[in-house]
T-cell receptor, first 111, second 111 residues
Framework: EAGVAQSPRYKIIEKRQSVAFWCNPI?????LYWYQQILGQGPKLLIQ????????DSQLPKDRFSAERLKGVDSTLKIQPAKLEDSAVYLC?????????FGPGTRLLVL | AQSVAQPEDQVNVAEGNPLTVKCTYS??????LFWYVQYPNRGLQFLLK??????LVKGSYGFEAEFNKSQTSFHLKKPSALVSDSALYFC?????????FGAGTQVVVTP
């Protein structure tokens, strides 16, 4: 089966610019997650969707980060405006029951 | 609340020797525990999980993990390490579908 797809794989922007990441989960997976992984740390959950509804966004910096999952399939994560500390790998995952499947991630560098 | 800790930043082992990566957990209730592996520039790959049942869990690529309730540990083990096992390993605990990751342990297997 096809895995979780993410694009772009790499992105370099300057601070205060905006950026968007895209995720296509495994077909049929109702739950979708976005994680932020800062170098040297474990992934941190930003937001969890169940179909097209938000289950948990308690750790999402809502003043600059936004995410949506229209039609309960693909999802986009946006940062506007970006800060230096947003440099990280952004991982998308989808799940069916208790196991999460991860995409390859988008590596963001903010200069 | 649920949290996991990985006390070692790095583990060095010679090829052919046993490999152990340590993880301890702190949970209220029954723990759901996972091990993931991350290779450079790739997403996290699932190795194994403990939900309930036998304390010894067998997973992918010859890895296994032992759940120890009295010591609140879930150490990852492999009887004979390969150079290709060199990667970053994450322990994670799950609560209501949300994964809480440890900081990760870098495993270096030398020929």
């Amino acid at each position: 089966e096809a895995g979780v797809a993410q694009s772009p794989r790499y992105k370099i922007i300057e601070k205060r610019q905006s950026v968007a990441f895209w995720c296509n989960p495994i077909s049929g997976h109702a739950t979708l997650y976005w994680y932020q992984q800062i170098l040297g740390q474990g992934p941190k959950l930003l937001i969890q969707f169940q179909n097209n509804g938000v289950v948990d966004d308690s750790q999402l910096p809502k003043d600059r980060f936004s995410a949506e999952r229209l039609k309960g399939v693909d999802s986009t994560l946006k940062i506007q405006p970006a800060k230096l500390e947003d440099s990280a790998v952004y991982l998308c995952a989808s799940s069916q029951q208790d196991r999460q499947y991860f995409g390859p991630g988008t590596r963001l560098l903010v200069l | 609340a649920q949290s996991v800790a990985q006390p070692e930043d790095q583990v060095n082992v010679a090829e052919g020797n046993p490999l152990t990566v340590k993880c301890t957990y702190s949970v209220s209730g029954n723990p759901y525990l996972f091990w993931y592996v991350q290779y450079p520039n790739r997403g996290l790959q699932f190795l194994l999980k403990y939900i309930t049942g036998d304390n010894l869990v067998k997973g992918s690529y010859g890895f296994e993990a032992e759940f120890n309730k009295s010591q609140t540990s879930f150490h990852l083990k492999k009887p004979s390490a390969l150079v290709s096992d060199s990667a970053l390993y994450f322990c994670a605990g799950s609560s209501w579908g949300k994964l809480q990751f440890g900081a990760g342990t870098q495993v270096v297997v030398t020929p």
